[in-house]
């Protein structure tokens, strides 16, 4: 302004000889100030993290002309900034206004978070029964409890009475046809941790995975963040109710390829998340064929293996890799307890892999986040009570196929149809006959009035980079059966006051 | 020091599937040559009833000397283990479906409030800036990342811990550069040091992005002066760079009025662009003796570098049955203030215990005020003043008096013949016997001079 002005006043004739030097010496100064700002600090990489300037009081410590705000790493600066994916929003919204059966009926409903309560009944009995015992251990010189059992260093990658424990646990629940040895596995604190560290045995900075889409928007953060290394989706179509296909697989390695990405290996969870389908033994088969002919590695996410409801049968990949036709050394299976024990508090998480290198580097890496020793007590016990276990996973696959059904039936009863899945906590639901257009647009737009007017919250689509719009994955297990006709009304609600 | 080695996939077969840099690095360290300690420890442990003539771990920093204190807690307090289940099933409920990185809110509270416990006070800990991690060692991981990039530095002083080459580096990509100090000023940090580190990062282009030191000291055993580390806040303030505080062992100091935290300096500063490039580290395993529960904290009095290590802790949270099952008792008042004091005071005689039996033998060590070590110098005992003289030295301890101690090479010490010393892992008999056998080794050695 000040700038425009006396220049208005020079040009125009007036001022004279007075602005004729004021407007030199103002655009000096501003000079100077634009030259010492550009000056100091420099930083050669951006921090968009930066905090605006506060004045500063007095201090004991010297303070130079340049000191600014101390930065953080430019890698750090992408975690700063609030989560803008759909699946994190969604989750932060209902914390804001949470529904409750009894006291908050008009709170939104959870529906997006993949987790079961189903079997805590048991769960809670049988903790009550054995956690004393599993935890306090005695002490061979007097009896009494011997805190040392518990509170010293243990190996980083689980002691190996939990890798035996967690390698008959897995057997049994993968059909028992396959067997895992403890020597193969290391034991960390999450289902998290376990896939990056497997990216960062697996691949390089800027290497790539490909994935299968719709894929599981957490993978985005645990693959990405530290790993640097990228997703690239391989997409899949309801056609072929979102089952991966070589020659999908074989395309987008040529692209990636052509764009310069070295493609390191394949990513994908089965049972299959969002969509809760289970790979057959075929297209196991196809996959690790071409992984091989591409020598590139197969990391099988089986977090969701003991939560199947359906007829077909869950086969590991550890299964069709230790058939004998592979180089087993490319094959890494992720597990943990999260789901299929409903213990995601506790932390628990499994790295097994046919490559010993492999293993042997993510024992190493087990010091960042390692299982802490008292968990692992509990779990020995709890694992190796295999008549306990028996019974909680039958019931558990029970409960699940229960209210899947009642979940399922209660939208096709709405004209809502949702693809065919046999595990998992939730369902794939068809909901583009609700969008105002059939785009991504269109979908988000669903996904805020979902959120906003039904009070519900589900995933939508384009948040698991799902290529056709209108899909959204509906988790259940945290329902009970009361609350599904309260979710059932408000979607037709929704969907009424759409179409009208 | 430096990026890790290059990759060597293709031995004999070309069709091997290939592994990243990060998985066939050494920089996790454990092919050093003093990790033989370690295996001649598992292969020969020593064990005072069945293999009294083992090798004994003097190479571990584990506090097992207050473990009573612990077990008679936990008998008491915990009557049919009430202290650690969950009341009723709405609290078994939460605890198997907690995973927010945010942390118990009174397991924050707890850790804050035994935090200010040890510093007597001097210092209040808000716990909302309190960000859990599954150990120290993942808590300066993730500080790593979060405030330097691939191929920026930390200076780090030397000697220093050597699971910092691993932690500070392997994953991260970041580089150490040692701030040297040494023995004429007991191994004291230097304006002077400081800054020849910075000038030799920076002519070799590398980015300067903060200091790492701990306080007390690993492997010293000494806490810091508090000028020294006014000086330290100082330096980092003009260039402007961060400063990490690993605390860990704060609670191991046996004098209490001789520990100043650097959180004391930042509790009377108001300027906000000096408070926010300080962070502190803290963890349980070597004050409370849990380093198997994996409870690491990260301070920082920066809410951006909260913000960000919430969020990245993701990848190493706590447990929440961990975090259940230590929030009361690090809040009972009684049993923390009780435990401190009585821990403190065994730390300390157990440390002039060794100091005493060593100075017998003529074995000067530096003076020590903190931690579950002492810093050892065997330099006149050395064949050359070099790292080969030393490690011959310290084979010799390991095969001839089978004892494993860490040698300052392995601590980047930039002077020879001091070793790190551990003697709070083991029981006070286990002590003595150790400094038997080094009473025996000396006196053949004299004997042998003497001829």
């Known amino acids: 302004m000040r700038l425009i002005v006396p220049l208005q006043g020079v040009v125009q004739g007036r001022g004279g000889l007075f602005v004729g030097s004021l407007i030199p010496c103002c655009l000096f100064y501003f000079l100077q100030l634009y030259l010492k700002r550009r000056r100091s600090p420099p930083p050669p990489d951006s921090d968009s993290t930066e905090l605006p300037r506060t004045s500063s009081r007095s201090s004991l410590f010297t303070r130079g002309n340049s000191i600014g705000r101390v930065r953080v790493s430019s890698r750090a600066a992408p975690l700063a900034k609030p989560p803008d994916s759909p699946y994190y929003i969604g989750l932060d919204r209902v914390k804001t206004d949470p529904y409750h059966r009894v006291t908050n009926r008009d709170g939104i409903i959870q529906l997006g978070l993949a987790e079961s309560t189903l079997c805590f009944d048991l769960l809670q009995r049988w903790m009550s029964e054995n956690l004393m015992e599993s935890l306090m251990m005695q002490s061979d010189v007097d009896g009494g409890f011997d805190v040392s059992s518990i509170a010293m260093y243990q190996p980083f990658e689980g002691l190996l009475e939990v890798r035996v424990a967690f390698a008959d646990f897995m057997s049994r629940i993968m059909g028992g046809n396959v067997s895992f040895d403890p020597s193969n596995m290391v034991i960390t604190a999450g289902g998290t941790p376990a896939v990056e560290v497997l990216a960062f045995c697996l691949a390089d900075h800027g290497n790539a995975f490909l994935i299968p889409s719709p894929y599981y928007p957490g993978f985005d953060r645990d693959i990405k963040f530290r790993t640097g290394v990228e997703l690239i989706p391989v997409h899949c179509r309801s056609s072929d109710n979102f089952t991966v296909t070589v020659s999908a697989l074989e395309q987008a390695l040529s692209q990636a390829r052509k764009r310069g990405s070295k493609v390191s290996g394949i990513l994908f969870s089965n049972p299959s998340n969002p969509v809760g389908n289970i790979l057959s033994r075929e297209t196991l088969h196809a996959i690790l064929s071409f992984a091989q002919e591409k020598n590139i590695h197969v990391i099988s996410d089986e977090i969701f293996a003991g939560s199947v409801y359906g007829d077909k049968e869950f086969v590991s990949m550890a299964e069709v890799a230790a058939s004998g036709d592979f180089d087993k050394s490319r094959v890494h299976i992720i597990y943990g307890l999260s789901k299929d024990l409903s213990l995601p508090g506790f932390r628990t998480g499994v790295i097994y892999s046919f490559h010993e290198d492999v293993v042997s580097a993510a024992k190493k890496l087990m010091r960042f986040c390692s299982m802490p020793v008292p968990v692992q007590r509990i779990l020995i016990s709890l694992l190796s009570d295999t008549r306990f276990i028996e019974e909680y996973m039958a019931a558990h696959r029970q409960r699940i196929r229960d209210k899947h059904f009642l979940f399922v039936e209660g939208l096709k009863q709405l004209g809502i149809p949702c693809a065919e899945s046999g595990g998992g906590l939730y369902c794939w639901v068809d909901m583009s006959s609700l969008l105002t257009s059939y785009s991504e647009k269109g979908e988000l737009e669903l996904f805020e009035k979902l959120l906003s007017v039904a ?46 | 020091m430096g990026l890790p080695l290059m990759i060597n996939n293709d031995d004999n077969n070309n069709n091997k599937v290939e592994l990243s840099r990060v998985a066939v690095s050494d920089t996790h360290g454990e092919d050093s040559p003093y990790f033989a300690g370690w295996k001649a420890y598992d292969e020969n442990p020593y064990d005072e009833s069945h293999n009294p003539s083992g090798v004994i771990q003097m190479g571990l920093a584990e506090n097992q000397v207050s473990f009573d204190l612990l077990e008679s807690y936990l008998e008491k307090k915990n ?57 120290a060692t993942a808590a300066n991981e993730l500080l790593t990342f979060i405030l330097a990039n691939p191929n920026d530095a930390l200076l780090v002083p030397t000697p220093y811990y050597p699971g910092f080459d691993r932690d500070l580096r392997w994953r991260t990509g970041v580089r150490i550069v040692p701030i040297h100090c040494d023995s004429s000023n007991h191994f004291q940090i230097t304006p002077e040091a400081l800054e020849t580190a910075y000038e030799t990062a920076r002519d070799a282009n590398i980015r300067v992005r903060g200091v790492l030191i701990t306080n007390p000291s690993n492997p010293l055993g000494a806490t810091v002066q508090k000028k020294a580390l006014e000086d330290l806040l100082d330096f980092c303030v003009r260039k402007n760079i961060h400063l990490v505080s690993d605390e860990i062992y704060s609670g191991s100091v046996f004098h209490a009025s001789e520990f100043t935290s650097v959180a004391e300096i930042v509790e009377n500063i108001d300027d906000v662009s000096v408070k926010e490039r300080v962070h502190i580290v803290y963890s349980l395993s070597k004050d409370l003796g849990l380093p198997g529960f994996r409870v690491g904290t990260i301070y920082s009095y920066n809410d951006n570098v909260v913000r960000t290590a919430r969020r990245m802790s993701s990848f190493t949270l706590v447990s929440s049955q961990t975090q259940h099952m230590l929030a009361s008792m690090l809040s009972d008042e009684e049993f923390t203030e009780k435990y401190i004091r009585i821990n403190r005071e065994r730390l300390r005689r157990r440390y002039e215990t060794i100091v005493e039996g060593l100075k017998k033998e003529g074995v000067e060590c530096l003076k020590g005020n903190a931690g579950l070590f002492c810093w050892m110098n065997l330099g006149f005992l050395l064949n050359t003043n070099t790292k080969e003289g030393e490690l011959e030295l310290w084979d010799v301890i390991l095969k001839e008096l089978k004892l494993n101690i860490s040698p300052g090479s392995s601590c980047h010490c930039s002077e020879f013949g001091w070793f790190r010393v551990c003697f709070a892992n083991m029981s006070e008999k286990t002590l003595k016997i150790a400094l038997k056998r080094i009473h025996e080794f000396m006196d053949r050695r004299r004997k042998v001079l003497n001829c």
């Open chain 1, 455 to 500: 009070k519900i919250n589900a995933t939508p689509g384009t948040a698991c980079y799902c290529i056709e719009p209108g899909w959204f994955r509906c988790c259940f297990t945290a329902l009970a059966d009361e609350d599904i006709p309260v979710i059932m009304e408000r979607i037709k609600l929704l969907a009424e006051s759409s179409t009208s």
């Open chain 2, 79 to 135: 009557p049919e283990g009430s202290l650690w289940e969950s009341k009723g099933s709405c609290g078994f409920r939460e605890n198997a479906l907690f995973q927010d990185y945010h942390g118990l809110k009174t397991f924050r509270q707890a850790m804050a409030s035994f935090m200010e416990k040890i510093r007597g006070g001097k210092a209040r800990f808000d716990p909302d800036r309190i960000v859990l991690t599954a150990g």
